[in-house]
């Protein structure tokens, strides 16, 4: 009975083998979005594999639990990601005077969060790892070539259902998440801040994102010095900005031919699946500069708040007994949903601003929690 059920296990759900994602004439939008993709191959990789179907066969409770682990550092690195790149000088632009910028900041990831015990993030007792002695597991980051742990699906009479291998890393320990933004220059030493993007399809394997966001920026050394006075000791700013992205996949987890329901209610309609999910990202930030002549060094301290709301929408059916040597499930509506905040941390950066007649050139380095961030851009602006 045994190899029957793990025969079964192995044909159980469905993996997805993403492909590289090409630059086609998305361009930027394409690199701006892709790096939220759970099914992400990162240039320099032929294939990558996220089995969620797999994953949601653990049963809501511990399928919530894995999610939440693998996908943790993921989520902290965007966050302080879409946090970045706000502005590179405590300077504000002019009435109606703009910049238009893309700017791409690169989150690395620390080794100690690159993996997860299995046996510490509360799963239940009727899943269980193959192999007591191996129980590390690699995040979305971390380890790329090697599979997490095998695990075990039991009922409750201890026999063993089905089984699965935890996924390996995407991304080694670099999250990108480059950003479009438009600032506009306001009144009294004001600009305001946009990024936006409507809801794009990327295809099958990769889903529907969108975002927007809105920024405003002050200087307040400018109250004090009448605008007649070109030049100050220094520029002092505060800012507050906000980010919003929202994201859905298809799923299609369906029973396998094999399977029954274990009662009449189970059997329903299992399309419609879905993953989605919504990142709110919100920065606090002071900034001091010191503009000379094209060239301007600035240095800023915040506070971030980044959280997500991810789940699942859908009939899913979770495999849960034997019955006449034949597995059956029973169908789950809307499995999870998790609402995680995953940052509330201090953030410092010291960067600087080029200013050429039309083109603008930013970089800055920042550190919080025990990430560092690395940002680079370009612009345009009058």
Known sequence: MENTNTMHLCTAGKGMNIKNIFFTEHGITVMFFAFI???????????????????????PADAEKLLEAYTRPLFHGFGLGMNSGWTNTAQTLGPLHFDLRIVGTGSLVPSSKQNFNVT?????????????????????????KRNGPRMDLFDGNNTRLISFELPKAIIKNFVPTPQLQLTVGFFANTEIMIRAAPKIRLGEHFGSISLYGAGIKHNIVRDFIPKEV????????????????????????QPQNTMIPEAAEHLKD????????RFNNFVLQATISKQLSVFTPF?????????????????FPIVNSIRN?????ITYTDPFKLKRTYLKTLRGDVGFQVKLPILRIYGSYGFSGGYEMLSA????GI
């Open 299 to 315: 240095v800023s301290i915040g506070y971030s708040i980044s959280g997500a709301n991810l789940g699942l929408k859908g009939n």
């Open 37 to 59: 993709i759970f099914s992400i191959a990162i240039p320099g990789s032929s294939k990558a594999q996220l089995n969620y179907e797999q994953l949601i066969q653990a049963g």
């Open 120 to 144: 510490q993030i509360g799963l239940s007792s009727n899943l269980r790892p193959s192999d007591p002695r191996n129980i590390i597991s690699p995040t979305f980051t971390g380890d790329t």
């Open 377 to 380: 851009g370009i612009g345009i």
């Open 230 to 253: 070109n030049k100050t000791p220094f520029d002092l700013s505060l800012l507050a900005g906000y980010t919003t992205l929202q994201y859905s996949l298809d799923l299609d987890l």
């Open 325 to 329: 040597d034949r597995l059956a499930y």
């Open 270 to 277: 299992f399309s419609g699946q879905q993953l989605y999910a």
